[in-house]
């Protein structure tokens, strides 16, 4: 009789065990991979507006401002090195895309993240050269800048990708005061 308990107890031990420490719970949870791109930029106010955005720590901003308008422009601070990419923002409420359709272009949609929301690019490939574009609202309260075209020109697909995740970087807020 002990001896037949002592292997029950024995028995159930094991199958709890082995409930306890076999079961996995499959259920993966996706963690948010950070692009290792992002440790090489720097957040930079735009002019003199509440939006900022992310380039790389070589890189300036220069405005062309219009009357009821301004695109600012991101590009290297060093003009005689050779540029990977450049882009800019036109702030303004009359946006217009680029017309860069050519017959020997490839034409392509790529979706985004940008000021938080789902956004769709239209990506264009000429040979070796890319250009990139979309509109979106900016969700200002100020009556010139409702929407931003926002677009660059890459040589490589890898600095498209690069591109992408600076104006995934910017952002509406007040700017910070200067001491």
Sequence with gaps: MNRTLNFRISFFSLVLMLIAFGCKDDKKVEKAVEDPYLKELKETQIGDIDFYISIPKGYTIKENRGPDFSVYYFFPKDTTKTQAFTGGMYFGNHPSQFDESVDSCKTKKIKSIVLSKDTEWTSIQCKT???????????????WNSYIHAFAHTSSEADLKKVLTI?????????QKRK
């Design 129 to 143: 050269r890319f250009s990139l574009q979309t509109i979106i609202e900016s969700g200002s309260t100020e009556g």
């Design 167 to 175: 104006f995934k970087t910017l952002k509406k807020k007040k700017p």
